[in-house]
């Protein structure tokens, strides 16, 4: 399966990540982090269910999780700061993070929904696709 947002096409059956063309290294759990998030794009993702898909349930500390959503923002080309594809927010309630990939808002002209394709790579980096972010739950 192959999803497509920004410059990068992220191909589940070949585990990795095209940016702008070229091949970007990616650390499996990285991988599977970024999966996760582009799969469930629609909706929260809280830190425990992170914990439980993507740790297999195990013992894992908040700088831990943090460190890979940090390097799943710099191998698509995001950053912490600004935060255009994935955010990462405090849950006021139980103080506990979350996050939620979505479209970023574009223009109402050039909305296009993030889908998976089994495009040739040519034909992935000739389509534009809206970019994922990940933002707050509803409370």
């Not at 191909?11 to 970007?24: F, Q, S, Y």
């Not at 794009?41 to 993507?54: C, F, P």
């Not at 923002?73 to 990939?101: M, Y």
Request: one cysteine or more.
């Amino acid at each position: 399966m192959r999803y497509l947002f920004e410059d990068c096409a992220l191909d589940t059956d070949r585990r990795e990540l095209r940016r702008g063309g070229a091949i970007v290294a990616v650390p499996p759990k990285v991988f599977d982090l970024l999966h996760y998030l582009v799969r469930n794009m629609e909706r929260v993702v809280s830190k425990d269910e992170l914990i439980h898909a993507i740790w297999d349930a195990r013992i894992v500390s908040d700088a831990a999780i943090t460190t890979r959503l940090n390097v799943v923002r710099r191998v698509v080309g995001d950053s912490g700061e600004e935060q255009h594809l994935i955010k990462t927010f405090q849950n006021a309630k139980a103080s506990d993070s979350s996050a939620r990939c979505e479209r970023a808002p574009v223009d109402a002209a050039r909305q296009r929904p993030l889908r998976a394709s089994r495009r040739q790579d040519r034909d992935a980096r000739s389509q534009r696709r809206p970019p994922l972010q990940s933002c707050p739950s509803p409370t």
